[in-house]
């Protein structure tokens, strides 16, 4: 066993007593490099000021400014002694769950860097589960989806802590869109997650083995092989299903680490304490917000706030909200004060600027690369009619993407060339007219000028994003051609993945496909598929 992770000891002090809440784990390698393991690293305030800008009617606050969250009833030192006492998993002792077991064990820098990412997240996770009166173990499975990683990202176009599918996303209601996605919103997924663990829970009869599979696998493919089972006389237990090597230690990794917390000393590890207490509040903005400055008056690194507020792809958030932020809760009230000093088009980090002759907004949004919606939004009705002279608000800095990982959720700009349409651009970058016209705050009967700037969706490469950090081995990407009498769930067996992730790779709207067709498979590098 690794000694790093024993190190670590009960490490955090609770973070109502603490301004400075640091955790033990090393600095992470790989793809989650970017995100800081150390929490809350707090750094002088700022009095940013800006000039006043001329009178627009931007939106005001109309809500309080603090949103409180429930109380909570502290009953436990450590949030991990809750989940203890809620656990209702069984107790399996199984091989696959027992090498699940033994990885966990051996790889304790992995454990202590994703234990450190967790204290973020899991008080708030743990509150959900247990209101909902779920199994608290529950609040565990980001470990095995992503690390606790909220800007994870997979081959299959899974997002967030929960690893969201964009498909699964939309229909537990998470929007995904130009400004935001809310697969990465903690609050958001939290709850579409729970919701989806909930249905799972009772399609499958109250057995939790399967609906956790299931949340892996997908509900349909869970079912059909519980009827191939049902026709063979076999079991139709977890254990007895025929399922992609993925599926198959995906339950597994989560019994181990349920009976890893649930009893850590009987396997010689010490997991880093996570105090049983909020470690972020909400704050309602009332507005869009450019996150680089609220990190200023926070006095915390943009990383850290970030990390909270995941959701967001821009620096700035959107217009149509939502208008709130998640800030560490030991500089909530000094944030709080120096936030409510700023009027709305501050917050949102806006500077006026004068038309000329012949400006108008589309140019104006083209040329600070945010979408023509926007700066309607934040100029009200004044962003109708405008003439040579008038002011209107703009971004006061690059409004941007965030972080290169968020290449899928976030955009590319195309500039447009001389004959080129909406329906062209749309074909080229795998978009509809209509949303790419929405993306952009344009009709769609518009007619572009060479050189506008659009927003479009990026290439399908996968160039930059963040692969999930959840220990699995390299990976190689395969062409194959369909043969005659093949079906996608025979290819996903023989390939050793799930259906979902076929389709997910491969663009595909259903299941069916066509002989000579070529599918996009992500195989494990070590295997040879052989002919």
């Not at 204290?119 to 959900?128: N, S």
């Not at 009827?227 to 597994?252: C, I, K, M, Q």
């Not at 997910?504 to 496909?513: C, E, V």
Request: glycine fraction near 8%.
């Amino acid at each position: 066993m690794n000694p790093a992770w024993r190190r670590c000891g009960p490490g955090l002090a609770a973070v109502a007593l603490a301004a400075v809440v640091t955790g033990c784990a090393q600095t992470p390698t790989g793809p989650a490099s970017s995100l800081p393991d150390k929490v809350i690293r707090n750094v002088p305030g700022s009095s940013t000021t800006a000039h006043e800008p001329a009178p627009l009617p931007l939106p005001t606050i109309e809500a309080p400014l603090h949103d409180e969250l429930p109380p909570t009833t502290v009953q436990y030192a450590d949030v991990l002694d809750r989940i203890r006492a809620g656990s209702r998993l069984p107790d399996i002792d199984h091989p696959w769950v027992r090498a699940e077991l033994n990885w966990y064990v051996r790889n304790g820098d992995y454990m202590a860097r994703v234990f450190a990412r967790a204290q973020r997240y899991l008080h708030y996770i743990a509150d959900e589960v247990e209101a909902r009166g779920l199994p608290m173990e529950l609040a565990l499975l980001p470990v095995v989806e992503s690390a606790f990683n909220p800007f994870a990202y997979s081959r299959s176009h899974a997002s967030g802590l929960w690893q969201f599918i964009p498909g699964t996303g939309k229909l537990y209601e998470l929007k995904q869109d130009w400004w935001r996605d809310e697969r990465r919103d903690v609050l958001e997924s939290t709850r579409a997650a729970l919701e989806y663990l909930t249905d799972l829970h009772q399609q499958f009869d109250g057995d939790w083995m399967l609906a956790v599979a299931a949340y892996n696998y997908g509900r349909g493919n869970i079912n059909r092989a519980i009827r191939r089972n049902e026709s063979l006389g076999r079991g139709t237990d977890f254990f007895s299903l025929s399922l992609p090597r993925e599926t198959r230690a995906y339950v597994p990794k989560l019994l181990a680490l349920s009976q890893l917390v649930r009893n850590p000393d009987a396997y010689g590890v010490t997991l880093p304490a996570i105090p049983d207490a909020p470690y972020f509040e909400v704050v309602q903005t009332g507005g869009p917000v450019d996150l680089r400055l609220a990190a200023e008056l926070a006095g915390v690194d943009a990383e850290e706030l970030h990390a909270l507020n995941a959701g967001w792809n821009q620096w700035v958030t959107g217009p149509d909200g939502p208008h709130r932020l998640l800030v560490p809760a030991v500089i909530a009230p000094a944030f709080n004060e120096r936030f409510a000093a700023l009027g709305p088009a501050e917050r949102a980090g806006l500077k006026p600027h004068t038309l000329v002759a012949g400006e108008t907004l589309s140019a104006l949004a083209s040329q600070h690369r945010v979408p023509v919606a926007f700066l309607q939004s934040v100029n009200g009705d004044a962003g109708t009619s405008l003439n040579a002279g008038d002011a209107v608000y703009v971004p006061g800095r690059d409004v941007s993407p965030l972080r290169s990982g968020l290449v899928r959720s976030a955009t590319s700009v195309h500039v447009v060339r001389s004959g080129e349409s909406l329906w062209s651009i749309s074909r080229r970058h795998g978009m509809s007219v209509a949303e790419l016209a929405r993306v952009n705050g344009l009709s769609t009967k518009a007619t572009l000028r060479p050189g506008q700037r659009l927003a479009v969706r990026p290439p399908a490469s996968g160039g930059g994003v963040q692969v999930a950090d959840t220990g699995t081995g390299e990976t190689r990407q395969i062409a194959y051609k369909v043969r005659r009498g093949d079906t996608l769930s025979g290819i996903a067996r023989r390939f050793a993945v799930s259906v979902r992730d076929l389709m997910a790779w491969n663009d595909m709207q259903g299941t069916g496909i066509r002989t000579g067709q070529r599918l996009t498979v992500h195989v494990n590098a070590s295997r040879d598929y052989g002919g």
